[in-house]
């Protein structure tokens, strides 16, 4: 096991996270694929090489987004889910906007949750992080109960907020500060 955790920035009792990389495509369009049912109509994750070369780029290149994956340990580090960090802003604010999604097979299983956690931990810590905010469409239950386990606090209501699936959808705005700053 210590081979297999030296893959990841961080690693927790059943998942690591570890950065996207375009050689993922293939396992991640194939996991997107899978979890359609999951995750329409909240989510809209690459399903084709072309879509995930230039998501997974824009968070390998752009300085304002990182993108994780979360990977259960053992089984050859199947991918569970995602994570992203996006809109960062550095200097006073020190703040970005989250992102996520579970993959059908690991959805229940508590590794999203696992997964958050260790997300937090790197961005108030190695990112230099301070808020982190996380904007969800009210009638998504799950999403809700996951960022209300990791300690978020409900900051507001933002209508029609996003363009998701084709109309603007309102959005609940979710944050949690850093605990030690």
């Known amino acids: 096991m210590p081979d297999e955790l030296d893959r990841f920035l961080t690693a927790g009792p ?45 968070l390998i290149e752009e300085p304002a987004r990182a993108g994780f994956l979360v990977c259960e340990h053992g ?4 991918i569970a889910g995602f994570l992203t960090v996006n809109n960062i802003v550095r200097g006073a604010f020190r703040s970005g906007a989250l992102g ?8 229940g299983r508590g590794l999203m949750g696992e997964a958050l956690g260790l997300l937090l931990s790197h961005a108030f810590g190695s990112m230099g992080l301070h808020r982190l905010e996380a904007n969800i469409q009210p009638g998504n239950a799950p ?8 300690g978020f606090r409900l900051e507001g209501f933002s209508p029609a907020m996003l363009f998701i699936d084709g109309a603007w959808r309102d959005h609940e705005r979710w944050a949690i500060t850093d605990p030690c700053g």
């Open 14 to 58: 059943r998942v690591g996270l570890r950065p996207f990389t375009l050689d993922d495509a293939e396992e991640f369009t194939a996991r997107a694929e899978e979890s359609v049912a999951l995750h329409r109509p909240w989510l809209f994750p690459p399903r084709t090489a072309e879509h995930y070369a230039a998501y997974a780029g824009a």
């Open 75 to 78: 089984e050859a580090g199947r």
């Open 100 to 107: 996520y999604g579970a993959f059908a097979h690991a959805a």
């Open 143 to 150: 999403s809700r109960a996951l960022v209300r386990r990791a």
